[in-house]
């Protein structure tokens, strides 16, 4: 099964970028759907970005479109999320998760610890 470290939280103002990294162990990043949860304080957590291991194109989350870019380097074995235009919303733990379903909607087995971000106004 693959292991998951996150990387790349930190504290940003508003408007900023951060880029998130997700390095994968065990199991080649490209065998599964993996994605990018956000939990803010108070909340659930969502998803929010999600890169397929099937088929073509991203699945973001609305409020992160045009803002959010995944990708996933196969060499490295990572899986990266780029955040532009950062919001105070954005705040909260990310994490890397990963599944082998054939949706990336569907639950996720793999879970890394998180990483904080925090974005000030």
């Known amino acids: 099964q693959v292991q998951l470290v996150e990387s790349g939280g930190g504290l940003v103002q508003a408007g900023g970028s951060l880029r998130l990294s997700c390095a994968a162990s065990g199991r080649t990043v490209s065998t599964y759907n993996t994605g990018w949860f956000r939990q803010a304080p108070g909340k659930e957590r969502e998803l929010v970005a999600a890169?397929?291991?099937?088929?073509?194109?991203?699945y973001y989350a609305d409020s992160v479109k045009g803002r959010f870019t995944i990708s996933r380097d196969a060499a490295k074995n990572t899986v990266s999320l780029q955040m532009n235009s950062l919001k105070p919303e954005d705040t909260g733990v990310y994490y890397c998760?990963?599944?082998?379903?054939?949706?990336?909607?569907?639950?996720?087995?793999?879970w890394g610890k998180g990483t904080q971000v925090t974005v000030s106004s």
């Open positions: 890169i397929r291991r099937f088929g073509v194109g991203p």
């Open positions: 998760a990963a599944n082998t379903q054939f949706s990336v909607m569907a639950p996720y087995s793999y």
